[in-house]
């Protein structure tokens, strides 16, 4: 880190935080704000990721739990998704603490891009679900699980959308169905990687908790705001703003060097 955080950082960070949640409630994708506004203020890439997950595990407990409330989780899928998430996750933290910062920082910026544009372009599926495919059920969540879990537990933005994709395109789940299970994978990847990454010392839970706080309420705001045509309002806001974000980095980055 080039200087400690000040509090005006702080609260400009919750700020992001407060913006992400709303987004994620109508649209998704709000973790595409919160990590380059971490490594905006100068946090080193390590201590951006393992900060963002610090506070995004909150949100996501509290999201799994209203599914269970509404019975939309599947504890029988959930049986198998749930230890492969935490051991995919665990690879992928594992993989960031393991990269070295010079290293890690260029890749992080090029994933915000990509993801930022697919999320900007990508589409729910409507309609009917496709059949499922009973036999194979267990092995495609499985993959599913530990193979996003590890991208949640390396980076993380986009995780839900990449999940619900895959459990309605592969496994016939309705969008609801595979919301819910996709809460189910996205709490064990988050603590999972939460708790490499706290035991290591890169979550800056000073910073992590007021993000935490601040996101809840935008989530809270955003649930009621969401409205039809809100998410294609929204989406390419949160790409131009990722995108606008990634580039001060780099200019504060490479300029600087």
Do not use: C
């Not at 895959?166 to 996205?186: H, I, Y």
């Amino acid at each position: 880190m080039n200087a400690p955080v000040t509090p005006l950082e702080i609260g400009l960070l919750a700020g992001a935080a407060f913006v992400a949640g709303v987004v994620d409630a109508i649209a998704g994708g709000g973790g595409l704000l919160t990590v380059p506004a971490l490594l905006a203020v100068g946090l080193p890439p390590h201590l951006a990721l393992g900060t963002n997950k610090g506070q995004s595990v909150f949100g996501s407990t509290s999201s799994l739990l209203r599914f269970h409330r509404a019975k939309l989780v599947s504890l029988r899928r959930g049986k198998v998704t749930f230890p492969l998430a935490l051991a995919g996750s665990f690879f992928g933290a594992a993989l960031v603490l393991w990269i070295h910062p010079a290293t890690l920082r260029p890749i992080v910026l090029v994933l915000l891009v990509a993801v930022a544009i697919f999320l900007a372009v990508y589409r729910r599926p409507e309609g009917p679900p496709p059949d499922r495919h009973p036999l194979h059920t267990a092995a495609i969540a499985g993959g599913l699980a530990f193979v996003i879990g590890a991208y949640d537990g390396f980076f993380g933005p986009g995780t839900g959308t990449f999940l619900i994709a895959g459990f309605v395109g592969l496994l016939g789940l309705s969008l609801p169905e595979a919301t819910a299970d996709a809460k189910m994978v996205n709490v064990a990847s988050n603590l999972a990687a939460v708790t490499l990454f706290a035991v290591r010392g890169v979550v800056l839970w000073h910073i992590a908790l007021p993000m935490a706080a601040a996101q809840a309420l935008g989530s809270f705001l955003g649930a009621h705001l969401a409205v039809r045509g809100g998410a294609k309002l929204i989406r390419p806001v949160v790409t131009l703003v990722a995108v606008l974000l990634s580039i001060k980095v780099a200019v504060d980055l490479y300029g600087a060097g």
